[in-house]
């Protein structure tokens, strides 16, 4: 337990480091990619919702303190964004598909390596409709270019979830079987 906690803590201090330096030089036309959605979204595939809210709880607040743009955005947007993706892409746990089985609903659920960049797409697309939304409640009228950026911010950010799922499941031991009692 104290071993998951520690990581869990190291990834979501990594996860702000790579948001507030890494994001800006690693643009594709421009465009930066979220880097803190990307890696919640593997955490909320990895370790399910009561985790995903306090990763992406911290990491907002962390934005929020070291980089403020808008009044408590980053603090409302991030948790938002999260558990809007853990919602559909979250891990069932087995007690829960076990009772929807019983209650005659059937749940399917997607390989990890798909729910991945599927959980970050989600997270993106509501964090780039409320952009848009207020740019163009600030007065500026929305143009072509700013659709087209949004779109390439949210294929950047899940090929990045993509790829980043693969190592931080090895590390967080997602991978390893669990010995039967």
């Not at 929020?64 to 809007?84: F, K």
């Not at 087209?148 to 990045?160: A, E, G, K, P």
Request: with cysteine; hydrophobic share 50%; aromatic share 12%.
């Amino acid at each position: 337990m104290f071993s998951k906690l520690l990581k869990v803590s190291v990834l979501t201090l990594l996860t702000y480091l790579l948001q507030a330096t890494v994001s800006e030089y690693i643009s594709v036309w421009g465009v930066a990619p979220n880097i803190a959605l990307a890696l919640i979204a593997v955490m909320t595939v990895c370790l399910g919702r009561k985790y995903t809210f306090i990763i992406s709880l911290a990491i907002g607040y962390l934005l929020e303190v070291m980089l403020p743009s808008l009044d408590y955005i980053n603090l409302i947007i991030y948790p938002v964004c999260a558990m809007l993706g853990a919602l559909v892409f979250a891990d069932k746990s087995e007690r829960a598909l076990e009772e929807a089985k019983s209650g005659g609903r059937e749940i399917i659920q997607l390989h990890p390596h798909i729910r991945t960049p599927l959980c970050a797409g989600v997270s993106i697309l509501v964090f780039e409709i409320v952009n848009l939304l207020y740019i163009y409640l600030s007065g500026v009228s929305l143009d072509s270019g700013h659709f087209l950026r949004s779109f390439i911010c949210i294929l950047y950010t899940m090929v990045l979830a993509g790829i980043f799922q693969f190592p931080i499941r090895l590390w967080l031991g997602t991978y390893k079987l669990k010995k039967a009692r």
